[in-house]
């Protein structure tokens, strides 16, 4: 399917969406025939330019200025800035083109769900320790759907909490 109503903005100018923060996950990106590498992204839903939704979903690249916001409860509406992109998707032969968003800026929370968010635990500013909580946080997903699941990055956000000192509180 498509993302027709992206596709009619095009890719000229940035725009500047709203949308309802879903979850967190991974990609996984391969550098030569046997060198795997995970990349975070974060999932929003009801993605709207105005009042208009201009898709249901979408997966975008978990960016520092995302990080920055901390640890998000789903439900909460962040807006950003971004240019609409066209990429392939699917593998080999089934390969179709979609359209999606990139670069966000002026990243923000519009609608917080958490009364006090200096009280949450900060994300990590780590890469590896961030895949680490996302593989923590879905795996029992990963796990079911042989999604490329490694104990060896959990370890890494464990030891990156355990090295926090203000992270004692939480």
Known sequence: MTRKKLKKLGSDER???????????????????????FLPTILF????LGDQEVTDHLWLNYTKK???????TKGEIIQFNARVHRYKKGYAEAKVTDYGLQRPTKVSIIKSLTEDRAKLPPLPDEKNALIGLIMKTNKDTYLKSGRGFDQW?????????????NLTKY
């Not at 500047?16 to 550098?31: E, S």
């Not at 995302?66 to 998000?72: Q, S, T």
């Not at 370890?155 to 909490?161: P, R």
């Open 15 to 37: 725009f500047t969406f709203q949308a309802t923060y879903a979850g967190i996950g991974m990609k996984r990106t391969m550098r030569g025939k046997i060198n795997t590498r």
């Open 45 to 48: 839903e009801h993605v709207m």
């Open 66 to 72: 995302f990080a920055e916001l901390g640890l998000l």
């Open 153 to 165: 990055y959990v370890d890494q956000y464990e030891a990156w909490l355990r090295t926090e000192s």
